[in-house]
């Protein structure tokens, strides 16, 4: 079945510093691909998403780009702020769901 | 535009009881969905409804059922209470009409504690 896999957390980082947070997904066939952010206590909110291969997903500063070759949709950030701090999911879009993994926790200090 | 919404934020029940849980979806969107939030998981995906019914359902067991209503609003009810029911239930809406592989948005979601 499908699934999604993220590195684990937390990853710890200075303020300025680069962010990758790895997803790979197994899906059949080309399905939709989000990146969600959550805020302690909070929901989840849509950070970025791409629909088909080779499309790049971007917002507030975070990129990610769907590698239907190595089935990947990595999340990156030039630098990183105190205020990105939360936890990330990664999902992909199966039939009439999402899946998820199991998020990576950011932790940015000053 | 008015975003997804849930109630309570916060319940507390005991093993065996019920509960409803309630969703309003964004303005404009015609189906839901919900998923649990184990703490330190990702959600898994419960059930969606789409024009009142049920559309699709994950690994969960009966007691754990739903309802949609004409404004596309939904509760979530569950049945006799277990304590690995402990968890963050989360709302997303979407509208079918768009796109079938439609984006979901997501309300701030329901805490869960059963004692």
């Known amino acids: 079945g499908d699934s999604v896999t993220q590195m684990e957390g937390p990853v710890t980082l200075s303020e300025e510093a680069f962010l990758t947070i790895n997803c790979t997904y197994t899906?059949?066939?080309?399905?939709?691909l989000f990146w969600y952010v959550q805020y302690p206590g909070e929901g989840l909110q849509l950070l970025l998403k791409?629909?088909?291969?080779?499309d790049k997903g971007s917002n507030k500063g975070f990129e990610a780009t769907y590698r239907k070759e190595t089935t990947s949709f990595h999340l990156e950030k030039g630098s990183v702020q105190v205020s990105d701090s939360a936890v990330y999911f990664c999902?992909?879009?199966?039939?009439?769901?999402?899946?998820f993994g199991t998020g990576t926790r950011l932790l940015v200090s000053p | 535009e008015t975003g997804v919404t849930q109630s309570p934020t916060h319940l507390i029940k005991t093993r065996g009881q019920q509960v409803t849980l309630r969703c309003s979806s964004q303005?404009?969107?015609?189906?839901v969905s919900w998923y649990q939030q184990a703490l330190g998981q990702g959600p898994q995906f419960i059930f969606q409804?789409?024009?009142?019914?049920?559309?699709g359902r994950g690994n969960f067991p009966p007691r754990f059922s739903g309802l949609q209503f004409p404004n596309y609003s939904s509760e979530l009810n569950v049945n006799a209470l277990e304590l690995d029911d402990s968890a963050l239930y989360l709302c997303?809406?979407?509208?079918?009409?768009?796109?079938?592989?439609?984006?979901?948005?997501f309300g701030p979601g329901t805490r869960l504690l059963v004692l």
């Open positions: 997303a809406s979407s509208s079918k009409r768009e796109n079938p592989q439609e984006t979901q948005y």
């Open positions: 899906a059949t066939g080309y399905p939709s």
């Open positions: 791409a629909t088909k291969a080779d």
């Open positions: 999902a992909l879009r199966g039939f009439q769901k999402l899946v």
């Open positions: 303005s404009g969107h015609n189906t």
């Open positions: 409804y789409y024009r009142e019914e049920e559309n």
